[in-house]
């Protein structure tokens, strides 16, 4: 079945840089990629998506972009901020299917 | 409009009890989805249902698991004789429909359940 490769596992940034977050995957019928924000205990939120026909799509601080022919899609922050530290999620998913989900990025912002 | 709803919070079972987990989906919703995540770990999907109709059910192990979404009221995922495995965050989710390119899901608060 599908797989989805998330990298770093792990990214310590300073308040105010960039983060990015690269997933990876095989399957060429996927076509909705989203990205979810969990916090400590808490439910994943949603925070991007990007469907299949978009190379780039952008709100506020976070972009995502994403490239078909090289099955890659990335998480860009910026000016990032302490609140920004949680567990970041890439997923995928194909017709009708449900989403496949990366192993998480734990980002940690310090001021 | 409330979210998704997910009862109980947190789930304490013995070995060898049934958990019962309930999900109730957005309003306007018919479609459920359950995800397990196991401590510092990615979601895996379980289950995918519409209004009494299992539509995917490749996640879910075979034996000792089930779910449900009747006409009428929450879906259910039921764990019966639980083992210490089965400890995890079990997360519904639900969105307006199934269709490609309009996927998005909506988590609920999840239920954590721990088995002695």
């Known amino acids: 079945g599908e797989n989805v490769e998330q990298h770093p596992s792990t990214l310590s940034v300073q308040e105010g840089d960039s983060a990015v977050i690269k997933c990876t995957y095989s399957?060429?019928?996927?076509?909705?990629f989203p990205w979810y924000k969990q916090e400590l205990g808490k439910r994943p939120q949603l925070i991007i998506d990007?469907?299949?026909?978009?190379g780039e799509k952008k709100d506020q601080r976070i972009a995502v972009t994403l490239n078909k022919t090289a099955k890659h899609f990335s998480l860009h922050i910026t000016e990032t901020q302490p609140e920004d530290s949680a567990v970041y999620f890439c997923?995928?998913?194909?017709?009708?299917?449900?989403?496949?989900f990366g192993k998480g990025t734990t980002l940690s912002v310090s001021s | 409009n409330a979210g998704v709803m997910q009862n109980p919070r947190h789930l304490v079972r013995r070995r060898g009890q049934e958990a019962r987990l309930r999900c109730s989906p957005m309003?306007?919703?018919?479609?459920v989805y359950w995800y397990r995540q196991l401590p510092e770990e990615g979601l895996k999907f379980m289950v995918y249902?519409?209004?009494?109709?299992?539509?995917?059910e490749s996640g879910m192990p075979k034996e000792r698991f089930s779910a449900e979404f009747p006409k009428e009221g929450p879906s259910i995922l039921r764990i019966q004789q639980v083992v210490r495995g089965d400890s995890a965050a079990y997360f519904c989710?639900?969105?307006?429909?199934?269709?490609?390119?309009?996927?998005?899901?909506?988590f609920g608060p999840g239920t954590r359940l721990t088995v002695l």
């Open positions: 989710a639900s969105s307006p429909t199934g269709l490609a390119g309009e996927n998005e899901q909506f």
């Open positions: 399957d060429s019928a996927s076509n909705y």
């Open positions: 990007i469907r299949s026909n978009v």
């Open positions: 997923a995928l998913s194909e017709a009708g299917t449900a989403l496949i």
């Open positions: 309003k306007g919703h018919s479609h």
């Open positions: 249902l519409q209004k009494e109709n299992i539509i995917d």
